[in-house]
């Protein structure tokens, strides 16, 4: 505005990208709308880039997500990535930019269009008996990267919510119902206390919150206050989808499907929201 005045700044999501690649380039990507939008036609990614809506920023993170986990496996890219860097280079541990770089290249100069699924994932709707016990306090301590722990956490839950979108989306195509299921997750944000709204086959809104693991149907998840909430506030329409025995490379899933209020697991309290107030003395 000093130096040019009556011109835009063009603070756009790319200037934000590079700000935020710059300053933590551990957790983001340099990005490029038009890059983001070749790029899912030629993986035949779910997700179609829109110009302009905010959507954009948590899809183009999850996706980078999954094409730096397949990068990470593939040893050849990675030793010759590391010989072209010399000393005056910044070794980027945690392959952000050589994850742009690969979706760069892979849009301009790759001419063939590579799903990253080529088959629509199968998952098992399994219809098991589960219960819930109440699990002893143990005070045995441990080391472990919480930071690591949560990014691959996340990186499956995200993948499992693409999944359960994918199901839904037939489910309703079947049904002939033409309105669309949103990712409200990556749409709107956290906080709704659900992922997916869907629609039933008569058109009414599904509340679907999706828990997914790689492990079986037995292991432990984390229901947040919000999710609680919402469970009890649309007890007729609010699903929890628990995908297990996830497979990615084979695309395939387990899953287990609960409607209603979700307080018969919610029996096991692990933290609580604490609020100091101070008070004013006389």
């Not at 934000?16 to 993986?43: G, H, I, Q």
């Not at 910044?90 to 063939?112: G, K, M, R």
């Not at 590579?114 to 098991?128: A, G, V």
Request: aromatic share 12%.
């Amino acid at each position: 505005k000093k130096h040019h005045p009556g011109l835009k700044t063009y603070q756009d999501q790319r200037a934000v990208f590079v700000y935020l690649a710059f300053r933590f380039p551990e957790t983001y990507f340099l990005y490029k709308f038009s890059m983001f939008e070749k790029f899912c036609k030629k993986v035949d990614y779910p997700y179609k880039p829109k110009g302009g809506i905010n959507q954009n920023i948590s899809e183009y993170i999850t996706l980078c997500n999954i094409v730096r986990h397949e990068i990470k496996k593939d040893n050849e890219l990675l030793n010759l990535h590391r010989s072209r860097l010399d000393d005056t280079c910044y070794p980027d541990q945690s392959l952000s930019i050589l994850t742009q770089d690969v979706i760069f290249t892979a849009t301009e100069y790759l001419n063939i269009t590579i799903p990253i699924n080529k088959q629509q994932p199968q998952i098992t709707l399994t219809t098991n008996n589960v219960n819930v016990s109440n699990a002893s306090i143990s005070f045995t301590p441990i080391i472990m990267d919480f930071l690591k722990q949560q990014k691959e956490n996340q990186r499956i839950g995200d993948l499992g919510e693409k999944y359960v979108l994918l199901y839904e989306q037939e489910i309703i195509k079947k049904w002939s119902i033409k309105k669309t299921v949103e990712h409200v997750s990556k749409s709107r944000g956290d906080g709704l206390g659900y992922d997916i709204l869907s629609l039933d086959k008569n058109g009414l809104p599904k509340y679907i919150e999706v828990k997914t693991t790689k492990s079986g149907l037995g292991t432990q998840f984390f229901i947040t206050r919000n999710e609680l909430e919402r469970s009890k506030k649309e007890q007729n329409s609010y699903f929890l989808y628990r995908l297990y025995n996830f497979d990615e490379d084979n695309s395939t899933a387990d899953l287990f499907i609960h409607c209603g209020d979700l307080t018969e697991y919610c029996i096991n309290p692990t933290t609580y929201k604490v609020n100091l107030k101070e008070e004013k003395g006389d």
